[in-house]
């Protein structure tokens, strides 16, 4: 069974920074787009950032310049570094891997970003 584990979220004032990992197993991590989402209360689920397994990113409008997307295909690892955080970023963020075939999702982790 295909799992996503998220790992790093937690609350931090506006301003700060926080690193998000996420580890996949029992998939062929290179086949596939991973990527991060975010869903805040009473709001739809949206795209963060996504990268290739060629290291092609691409970001939100609203976290441009502040996060950065990466992976590390040798440990089946995606990361988000997320900095200059503010308010409207708190959200539950998820890890995600997809390609033509399969869309998966990790658990989710809390990010709470307050003063």
């Known amino acids: 069974q295909v799992q996503l584990v998220e790992s790093g979220g937690g609350l931090v004032q506006p301003g700060g920074s926080l690193r998000l990992s996420c580890t996949a197993s029992r998939i062929i991590f290179t086949n596939y787009i991973m990527g991060w989402y975010r869903q805040a209360p009473g709001k739809e689920r949206e795209l963060v950032a996504t990268?290739?397994?060629?290291?092609?990113?691409n970001y939100a409008d609203s976290v441009k310049g502040r996060f950065t997307v990466s992976r590390d295909n040798a440990k089946n690892t995606v990361y988000l570094q997320m900095n200059s955080l503010k308010p409207e970023d708190t959200a539950i963020y998820y890890c995600?891997?997809?390609?033509?075939?399969?869309?998966?999702w990790g658990q989710g982790t809390q990010v709470t970003v307050s003063s």
């Open positions: 995600n891997a997809r390609n033509k075939f399969d869309n998966y």
């Open positions: 990268v290739s397994s060629g290291h092609i990113t």
